[in-house]
């Protein structure tokens, strides 16, 4: 499963000001999850990839507690991440409340297709939880759209995500 936030602009790239910034930097932190970020293809599994979150695999999880190095390895050993689970996106600061916002759940392909997903929020409200209500189709590439309701105004992406969209543009 490929997860972006929407935040690129078409040309002429701009982005929204926001003090709230989700930032794309699977590199450097483990800010969405699940993402192929952290998968690597491996034709010996029924799916043609595989979880690769030890720290070896992904520098992001370095410095995680010692507790956590066991179960990134048992996870590890999957053959991509589930159809049903939660996904979950990091912000810099705390979230407006969930009733505040626009948030959207697409499935990419030739026709792409609006997910059903229930919301909650953890971690003080800086972490944002999409629990489809219904499985993913087996390697869906999906899109989070977050946007306050209100004015349709943006999240906007911090330094790494504004890099990332320059990239992409």
């Not at 701009?14 to 483990?30: I, K, M, N, R």
């Not at 969405?32 to 695999?57: E, I, L």
């Not at 997910?115 to 800086?126: C, E, F, H, I, K």
């Amino acid at each position: 499963m490929l997860i972006f936030l929407l935040a690129c602009a078409p040309e002429p790239l701009s982005f929204c000001g926001s003090e709230l910034a989700y930032d794309y930097a699977p590199d450097v932190q483990l800010s969405t999850f699940p993402d192929d970020h952290y998968s690597v293809v491996d034709p010996d599994t029924a799916t043609g990839r595989r979880v690769a979150m030890t720290p070896q695999d992904t520098a992001a999880v370095v410095a995680f507690p010692e507790n956590y190095q066991s179960w990134l390895s048992d996870l590890s050993t999957l053959d991509g991440f589930g159809l049903s689970a939660g996904i979950f996106l990091g912000f810099d600061g705390e979230l407006p409340p969930i009733e505040d916002l626009d948030i959207q759940l697409w499935v990419l392909g030739d026709s792409p297709e609006s997910w059903p997903v229930a919301l909650s929020t953890t971690d003080g409200g800086r972490t944002l939880m999409l629990h489809p209500t219904r499985a993913l189709p087996s390697a869906a590439e999906v899109l989070v759209v977050v946007r306050n309701a209100e004015d349709a105004a943006c999240i906007a992406p911090g330094q790494i995500g504004r890099a990332s969209c320059r990239e992409r543009v």
